[in-house]
């Protein structure tokens, strides 16, 4: 797909415009796992913005996938046991952390917050050292 760098370059300026918005509108900071999880137990008030914008990420994700129909699939064939262990390590993670690659990785860096600067290369590193293994010690995917 020859547009897919585009693709990439429009999504990370939504990504940078919605947080903007966000910030402006609500003053808040669009990091997801804080926007999950404080829609399920947070306060009442703020409860209803929290699940429009989750509602947006969905919506968001099926029209690109119905104006895009020769999109690259997602991966499938993952045993459930594994992909609900990872969801729940990297949602222990993000709490651990205070935030996710959202939350640090835009807004705080956005915001030269030294500390998302310090969380980031974490999960980055985290990253690379967690494909590395299972790629070339484990010979997955």
Request: aromatic share 8%; net charge positive; hydrophobic share 55%.
């Given at each position: ?20 918005l ?20 947070g ?9 429009l ?30 992909v ?6 990297t ?19 956005s ?10 290369l ?13 790629r ?6």
């Open positions: 797909m020859d547009a897919l760098p585009w693709f990439a370059i429009g999504g990370g300026a939504l990504i940078g415009l919605s947080a903007t966000l910030m402006l509108a609500n003053g808040r900071i669009a990091g997801i796992s804080g926007i999950f999880f404080n829609s399920l137990g306060p009442v008030n703020e409860r209803l913005w929290r699940l914008f989750l509602a947006g990420l969905i919506i968001g994700a099926a029209v690109t996938l119905a104006w895009l129909p020769d999109y690259p699939p997602a991966r499938e064939g993952f045993p459930l046991a594994l609900i262990i990872a969801g729940l390590v949602g222990m993670g993000t709490r651990l952390g205070s935030g996710c690659t959202s939350g640090h990785g835009i807004c705080g860096i915001r030269l917050s030294g500390r998302s600067v310090a969380a980031t974490v999960f980055m590193a985290s990253a690379m050292v967690t494909v590395f293994v299972a070339h010690l484990l010979g997955a995917g």
